[in-house]
């Protein structure tokens, strides 16, 4: 949010010589971030004059529409000749008034003014837009000085413009929703620096009356539990924005636009209370106020025309929608310019969370939205009512109705019990119960003494149990985040002063180094990051049609998914059940941006929702949850297994002047599973690899990976399918293993290195097409016996020699013993035992026998 200074000091006596430092550090003692400072009174050196426009002359033969003006600047120019300055804006006349930047001036950025010829005329300064003089983003036009300007040609436009003030550019967080406006602003200054505040919104506005100035019926009002309204007739529809409210606009960053809906902004950012003026006379029929029907439409102001569902909430007349409540207006009943003669405002309180999630569906994060999914004074309405209607019958006449419409169904605040003594005992500063009764009040609370009670609180350490003053609190209707004994003891210490509090380090404690957790994931992440692949972190939200993209089975259990209450993005609301989803939506990212050869992996949790274990126990934060209640909020929590998945595509070995290169390919997903297998201390014996037809993986190209027997992951290349409808590239590979279903592992002594000489022996072995190599390893490890140290598959060959059906697999076997030369004869019978076993088991036999 940016703020002037000057119109805080409105609503609060700061001191007229107060540093900006000062007044910086005092909002971020109060936790209100401070983005930026800029003073405007040295954004722009040199002359920046007031100048009325006396010629233009439209020049032509050029790609877009330039004038020629001579324009009156007083005496500034030395000569009081009119300046000649060559213009592309055309939103100024003859007569009108507008800024001028002289020769020699520089606007903010650095941007020098100079006189040269252009366009075959001689331009000599420049005619400024908002955005030139770095006042706001819009540059649709110069700016056009109002009729109640008083300045002559000449004069300094400094103040006129509101260069001669400094703004303040402010971050707000969520909870403090209130601090954005004015009114918000300046209570929290009033509290820095002890001052008096005058705050607009405690200023008299009358009730609303039994005959409403329109009909109007709130069908909902749970998210609209307070509707009012007002209506002004016979305003002057051509009327101009007064120059002082434009201006705060512009330097709030919001464009002017007409006098109604100025007026609506304007009183946004002084109370926080968002508005929304309608034509009256282009309302069909009575209001209504209602949920919107699934699928109803709606064109925003905007221009976009909308598609409505069944959680938003929506103004209607007889013809439909007319307004996207709380958001945006519609095109139907927008005030027009020039035309608008009976203009109905509109002040009501909605459902924060509706807005929210409304807002991001529709990606319509407007300056209203942005305060209501904050909170929003649910007590200002009628304020802001009059507000609006004495400004607009003050600069636009008209008459105000006498009838106000006030549908109010708003709950009163609910006291919070507060003991005395907890900011003190939460905090480790003394704080008085005069004290803490003192800032709360301060803030807005009004705070009553209840019973004295004992102390019950089980996180108070060392604190002797005694009687204590419980504090009766009920929040200021300003204030929506005061929900808890803790958000008041944090009020409390904000007010007094963060630096009260003393920075204590605790002592760590002696760690005993990392869990076996933590080594495997290291483990594994170091053995993937070994073979090339490059660790990403993916959000874990998918959408609902992920799952028909990868081509799950209906019963697959992957499909149930964890629904967010309050999601990001309405596009994906739900918790990822598998890595997959998020990792192949980077890899495509990654691919989009001219990457050809990727190799990525992530180590995270999915989420498996309890199917019917209802809701969690409701948890206050006064003291610490009881075992059963953790035991029951457990229950409800989703499965959160770690995974690790990786994919591949593009090319694993690139090509060069040495060759060819070798795409990445379905074994390389396999082996790289076995090598994550081998980090996290699993042996090989225990390792099973089988092929597998598991989604969204290649039928024929798919294996499972078995520890002990168990399923623990799949790798392999994915399914053609699964790759068109994600757009991936062909053949894309990828692996994907349950870290947390593998069993633990004790700590294994360092294998002894034999120093004698290895035997090595090469069989090929004729089988079946259909035997997997996996089971042709495993044999020929079970028949070697001890002597055999490594085996490993080097050749595969088919052929018609071989007959049909028929593959040989030639395997490199080493043997090597621990305290001997192995002889000839000691190799080879081990060599026998090996082939003897897998043609036993698998009907192999040796090629060329």
């Not at 109905?344 to 407007?366: N, Q």
């Not at 999915?606 to 075992?627: E, I």
């Not at 790759?723 to 004790?746: I, K, N």
Request: hydrophobic residues 40%; aromatic residues 4%.
């Amino acid at each position: 949010m940016r703020v002037s200074v000057s119109w805080l000091r409105e609503y609060v006596d700061l001191p007229a010589d107060l540093p900006t430092g000062d007044l910086e550090q005092a909002l971020v003692d109060l936790g209100i971030e401070v983005e930026s400072i800029v003073d405007l009174r040295a954004s722009v050196t040199g002359q920046l004059v007031v100048g009325e426009v006396r010629e233009i002359e439209e020049l032509t033969g050029f790609k877009k529409p330039i004038r020629f003006c001579r324009v009156d600047v007083g005496a500034a120019n030395g000569t009081g000749e009119p300046q000649e300055i060559v213009c592309g804006a055309r939103n100024f006349a003859v007569g009108d008034r507008v800024v001028v930047v002289l020769p020699g001036g520089v606007l903010p950025g650095g941007f020098a003014i100079g006189a040269r010829k252009t366009y075959g005329h001689n331009s000599a300064g420049m005619i400024c837009s908002a955005k030139e003089l770095g006042l706001s983003d819009d540059h649709s036009g110069i700016i056009v000085l109002g009729s109640d300007v008083t300045a002559k040609p000449g004069d300094d436009a400094r103040p006129v413009v509101g260069l001669d003030d400094v703004v303040f550019d402010l971050e707000i967080t969520p909870d403090r929703g209130y601090a954005l406006s004015l009114r918000g602003l300046a209570r929290e200054l009033s509290h820095a620096f002890d001052v008096p505040l005058r705050d607009p919104g405690m200023a008299p506005a009358p009730a609303g009356t039994a005959t409403p100035p329109y009909p109007v019926e709130v069908r909902d009002t749970v998210g609209c539990d307070r509707f009012t309204a007002r209506l002004v007739r016979g305003v002057d529809p051509t009327a101009p924005t007064p120059s002082w409210m434009a201006q705060r606009l512009v330097t709030a960053g919001i464009r002017s636009i007409s006098l109604p809906v100025d007026i609506t902004n304007y009183v946004m950012l002084e109370l926080g209370q968002p508005m929304h003026a309608f034509d009256a006379d282009r309302i069909a029929g009575p209001l209504v106020v209602r949920r919107a029907e699934a699928g109803e439409k709606l064109t925003t102001l905007d221009g976009v025309n909308r598609v409505l569902t069944a959680d938003d909430m929506v103004i209607c007349d007889d013809t439909g929608p007319i307004s996207l409540a709380a958001v945006m207006g519609g095109e139907t009943s927008e005030v027009d310019t020039g035309k608008t003669t009976n203009v109905l405002f509109e002040a009501a309180h909605w459902d924060p969370a509706m807005v929210g999630r409304t807002a991001r569906r529709h990606k319509l994060f407007s300056e209203a939205a942005k305060r209501w999914e904050r909170g929003v004074d649910p007590a200002v309405a009628l304020v802001a009512l009059e507000r609006a209607v004495r400004l607009l019958t003050e600069h636009g006449g008209g008459t105000p109705s006498t009838e106000i419409l006030d549908t109010d169904h708003v709950r009163p605040r609910t006291p919070i019990s507060l003991p005395a003594d907890l900011p003190t005992r939460r905090v480790g500063v003394e704080y008085p119960p005069a004290r803490v009764v003192a800032l709360l009040e301060r803030v807005g609370c009004t705070v009553a003494q209840g019973a004295d009670r004992l102390s019950e609180d089980p996180g108070a350490v060392g604190v002797a149990s005694g009687v204590g003053t419980v504090l009766s609190v009920t929040p200021p209707t300003w204030r929506p985040d005061l929900t808890d004994p803790a958000d008041l003891v944090e009020e409390v210490v904000r007010l007094d002063g963060y630096d009260r509090v003393p920075s204590v380090l605790p002592t760590a404690p002696p760690g005993r180094g990392l869990t076996p957790r933590q080594r495997r994931r290291r483990a594994v992440a170091g053995s993937l990051a070994e073979r090339g692949y490059v660790e990403v972190l993916a959000h874990p939200f998918v959408s609902p049609e992920l799952a028909d993209q990868l081509g799950l089975p209906a019963d697959d259990p992957r499909r149930p998914a964890v629904r967010l209450a309050n999601p990001l993005s309405e596009e994906e609301p739900l918790l990822r059940t598998t890595l997959l989803g998020p990792l192949l939506g980077i890899l495509k990212r990654n691919l989009g941006r001219g990457h050809r050869d990727l190799a990525l992996y992530e180590i995270g949790a999915v989420f498996h929702p309890r199917l019917g274990a209802g809701s969690p126990p409701a948890m206050g934060v006064d003291r610490r949850p009881t075992d059963a209640e953790f035991a029951a909020a457990d229950a409800v929590v989703p499965a959160q297994p770690v995974h690790v998945a990786a994919v591949l595509a593009g090319d694993l070995d690139p090509a060069g002047w040495w060759g060819a290169g070798r795409p990445a390919g379905w074994a390389d997903a396999i082996e790289s599973a076995r090598d994550v297998l081998a980090a996290a201390g699993i042996p090989d014996e225990r390792v099973e690899v089988r092929a597998a037809e598991y989604a969204p993986w290649h039928p024929g190209r798919c294996a499972e990976l078995r520890v002990d027997g168990a399923v623990v992951g799949h790798a392999g290349e994915l399914h053609p399918t699964v790759v068109a409808a994600l757009e991936l590239p062909r053949r894309t590979c990828a692996l994907e293993l349950d870290l947390d279903a593998l069993p633990s592992t004790p700590v294994t002594p360092a294998p002894a290195v034999s120093g004698f000489p290895p035997a090595l022996i090469d069989v090929a072995l004729v089988l079946d097409d259909s035997v997997p190599a996996e089971q042709v390893r495993r044999a020929l490890e079970a028949g070697a016996g001890e002597l055999l140290e490594d085996v490993r598959l080097f050749d595969v060959y088919a052929g018609a020699q071989l007959g049909a059906g028929r593959r040989s697999l030639a395997y490199k076997l080493t043997f090597r013993a621990p305290d001997r030369t192995l002889t000839v004869e000691e190799a080879l019978a081990a060599r026998d035992a090996a082939v003897a076993v897998a043609a036993e088991r698998l009907g192999a036999t040796l090629r060329g026998a």
